[in-house]
């Protein structure tokens, strides 16, 4: 498993801070852009994600929730360790996405909304890293985790036929949960809520580690 801490619960007056609280315990930062068209709330951009890049040795994971991925990607500065991933029903054709985020030298995912039949996704997978399955309606942090993504990660486990694309699940996620789906075959876990909107993310972290079956980190 891998733990990627949405930044979204965290303090937006103190990122640089907040990020240091969790480094050596978790393995990604996972970053949420939100443009106010895909789904209806804003967050932050290529600015404040490229500011924050100088803070923390952590390889970011950007989960764009954006319409014009293909057109806003190139403006993060990200390197091999880095993930950039797009939505299937934004605006841009996720070839489009994928040749462009592939150009930038970063790993490529590929997420889809709840309600988003899985076939959408299956023709990219040779062409991906990383398929992030959401498990709540994205746009919000704190929402309820949403039972049949458990499902839809043991479909897609079983769709993978051994490519070696990582699949990610976002939404809902915490200690009473983390377990289900990593055994259902998520290998990589964010969590936003869970870990930030603690008093103490580090001890959030290690616990969802705990809960998840593992002693610690890595
Ligand atoms: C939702 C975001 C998630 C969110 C997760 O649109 O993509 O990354 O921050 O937050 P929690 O873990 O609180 O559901
Ligand atoms: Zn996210």
């Known amino acids: 498993m891998k733990l990627a801490p949405s930044l979204l619960s965290a303090d937006f007056g103190r990122l640089a801070e907040e990020v240091k609280r969790v ?3 978790v393995d990604y930062l996972h970053l949420d852009v939100m443009d106010g ?6 967050t932050f951009g290529p600015t404040v994600a490229n500011a924050l890049r100088r803070h923390t040795w952590l390889p970011f994971d950007i989960h764009l929730m954006i319409d014009r991925p293909a057109i806003y990607a190139p403006q993060f500065k990200v390197g091999p360790a880095d993930v950039i ?3 299937v029903e934004a605006h841009d054709p996720p070839e489009e996405a994928i040749r462009t985020i592939r150009g930038l030298g970063c790993q490529v995912g590929i ?6 039949a899985m076939e959408a996704v299956l023709p990219y997978l040779d062409r991906v890293d990383l398929v992030l399955v959401m498990s709540v309606e994205p746009g919000f942090g704190g929402q309820a985790f949403n039972p049949e993504a458990v499902d839809r990660i043991r479909r897609l486990q079983g769709e993978l036929r ?10 809902g996620i915490g200690p009473e949960n983390v377990r289900q789906v990593v055994e259902a075959g998520a290998e990589l876990v964010v969590a936003g809520s869970a870990i930030f909107a603690q008093p103490d993310p580090r001890a959030a972290a290690l616990a969802l580690w705990k809960a998840a079956g593992y002693t610690r980190g890595s």
């Open 23 to 25: 480094e050596g315990v």
């Open 37 to 42: 068209h895909f789904v209806p709330n804003l």
């Open 85 to 87: 991933t797009f939505h």
């Open 111 to 116: 997420s889809l909304r709840p309600g988003t």
């Open 162 to 171: 051994g490519r070696p694309v990582v699949i990610a699940v976002d939404g």
